[in-house]
């Protein structure tokens, strides 16, 4: 994370106060803890040999679905509203919130929280499943 914000600075010329530098860096390790924890439930779901290419497709998809690869106003209206919910659009949206200068938007700290919980769930039994099943 440290190496995209000096990559933003050196590369980009990203202008930031201190105070939002660190703000951004901690929006951002919010944003991803529930796609750390999809990567593991996903790690006890499908097992460890295609755990990464299962991963990074879905993680993929998320990003390109979620607005990361394009503005979300060029999509169709239904893939924006597809996008809102997903957890890659909420961790861009906390990230770009801060860049800007707003405070969190609660949809997305919903959103995140929302898959948060629901990878916790998925990996709780997926978990189980797997060590009972020995």
């Known amino acids: 994370m440290v190496l995209v914000c000096i990559t933003a600075l050196l ?5 930031l106060s201190p ?14 803890v529930p796609l750390a924890i ?16 299962v991963s990074m497709a ?3 998809a998320l990003g390109a679905i979620g607005g990361l690869w394009m503005p979300l106003s060029t999509m169709p209206h ?3 509203d597809i996008a809102h919910v997903l957890p890659s ?3 861009a949206e906390l990230g770009w919130a801060m860049v800007g200068g ?12 929302l898959w948060a919980l629901g990878g916790m769930a998925v990996g709780f039994f997926a978990y189980r499943r797997r060590v009972f099943a020995k």
């Open 19 to 32: 105070t939002r530098w660190v703000a951004m860096l901690l929006v951002v390790w919010i944003g991803v």
């Open 38 to 53: 999809l990567g593991l439930a996903i790690g006890y779901l499908v097992g460890d040999e295609i755990a990464f290419a």
């Open 11 to 15: 590369s980009h010329h990203v202008s």
């Open 89 to 91: 659009n909420g961790a």
């Open 78 to 80: 239904s893939m924006q």
């Open 58 to 60: 879905l993680f993929f």
């Open 102 to 113: 707003r405070g969190a938007v609660a949809s997305a700290v919903f959103v995140l929280g």
